[in-house]
């Protein structure tokens, strides 16, 4: 195996299917955080993030926490002692959504969605056998050791290249240079992909540049998709959303449009809780759909967010507690949590994904040997193979 290569350390445990009772408490978790984590990022620009794949990422992470760490955790999570089981059962549901589905019109076409885990653990250290089968058990996740220690770049391009595979090349170079190094002992990682066509695709002759009014009120020409659709229309204070189906019905994507000098409402409302309401089924309708072609990719340090929103314990070398993570006697922390998202909507349906990776480290360094050259010395420039003394010296006095 070469140095920075893969080596895998298994679990017993089976995947288990989870507990569905729990899903409504987990979804509901998650509207709660998916709005925490709107409301504390930046409100300039576009933005795509995945609310599931965080959570997955910081579920994993939960595992191995204890005391104020876990409690902290829980609460950013609203994690009760059942979220483990419900998360599982929820990815086994969403998972089973792909397929080849038919359309109400008869037609047939396919939806990709898979999600993946995976654990990248110091080669050398003991991890705690409870630890890795709560993650193979309820994630699905093995652990592969790496040499975080003595080459973490080669590390940090592995894990990338894990996370673009499962995710089609549509999430590239999630870990970015340097925010792997010596100290790193363990990165837990979740990607998802998506790939899901209309269930009524737009005619892509129609789609014609159309003004779009910007919130400085300035106005700018767009590629705008037009069709009819059967959807689902619901409308709320200074708002309204229509329910786009995906092909099968079974996935679908809700547009919310704010009323005209609503933005910023509407948006921290998102932060207030209010995403059940804005997902809600709507009446079925027929739309006559106007709709912006789009791109969006987001690349964001999670860390700060995080501690923000109420877990800063996770993060503090000094306190934080992931003692069920290992036995060995390393006082571990998270150093970053790195998420990146990608959304492209064209006239043919969605293609998405996200990434995201929790980069434990330690604050020891690796043990050394101290060799303090504190007094006189002899130094000898010589060849390896065979010792022949080139230079020979002594000093006394490095100052004379």
Do not use: C
């Not at 092909?247 to 005209?260: E, H, K, N």
């Not at 060995?328 to 996200?354: C, P």
């Amino acid at each position: 195996m070469p140095e920075g290569g893969l080596d895998l350390v298994t679990s017993p445990v089976e995947r288990r299917p989870g507990d569905p009772g729990a899903i409504p408490d987990v979804v509901a978790a998650l509207h709660g955080f998916a709005g925490d984590l709107h409301g504390a990022l930046p409100a300039n620009d576009n933005l795509v993030v995945s609310p599931y794949s965080v959570a997955v990422a910081l579920g994993m992470t939960l595992a191995g926490a204890s005391g104020t760490t876990a409690q902290e955790i829980r609460a950013v999570l609203r994690a009760d002692d059942r979220f483990h089981a419900g998360l599982s059962a929820l990815t086994a549901h969403v998972e089973g959504l792909a397929g080849r589905l038919e359309r109400a019109r008869g037609t047939t076409s396919e939806i990709a969605l898979d999600t993946a885990n995976q654990l990248f653990g110091q080669r050398g250290v003991r991890w705690e056998q409870e630890f890795l089968d709560v993650l193979a058990g309820e994630y699905g996740a093995g652990m592969r050791t790496v040499d975080f220690e003595s080459a973490a770049e080669d590390a940090r391009v592995l894990i990338n290249a894990w996370v673009e595979e499962r995710t089609h090349d549509r999430i590239a170079d999630l870990i970015p240079e340097g925010v792997l190094d010596v100290l790193t002992r363990l990165v837990l990682v979740n990607a998802i992909y998506l790939k899901a066509p209309w269930e009524e695709p737009f005619t892509r002759h129609r789609t014609a540049p159309r003004p779009f009014r910007r919130l400085d009120g300035s106005t700018i020409d767009v590629d705008t998709m037009v069709g009819g659709v059967f959807g689902r229309l619901s409308a709320g204070d200074g708002w309204s959303a229509a329910r786009l189906p995906y092909a099968g019905g079974r996935l679908a994507m809700t547009v919310v449009l704010p009323d005209a000098g609503r933005f910023a409402d509407v948006d921290a409302a998102v932060g207030d809780g209010a995403l059940p309401e804005l997902l809600a089924e709507g009446r079925p309708t027929h739309l006559d759909v106007r709709l912006p072609r789009w791109t969006t990719r987001t690349g964001v340090e999670l860390g700060a967010v995080l501690a923000g929103l109420g877990m800063p314990t996770a993060f503090n070398a000094a306190t934080a507690d992931f003692r069920s993570m290992t036995e060995d006697d390393l006082d571990l922390s998270i150093g970053a949590v790195r998420h990146q998202g990608f959304i492209a909507v064209d006239e043919d349906g969605t293609e998405a994904a996200a990434a995201t990776a929790v980069a434990m480290r330690t604050t020891a360094m690796p043990v050394t040997q101290p060799f303090h050259v504190d007094r006189p010395f002899l130094h000898v420039v010589h060849d390896v193979d065979h010792g022949t003394p080139l230079f020979l010296g002594r000093v006394l006095d490095p100052s004379a």
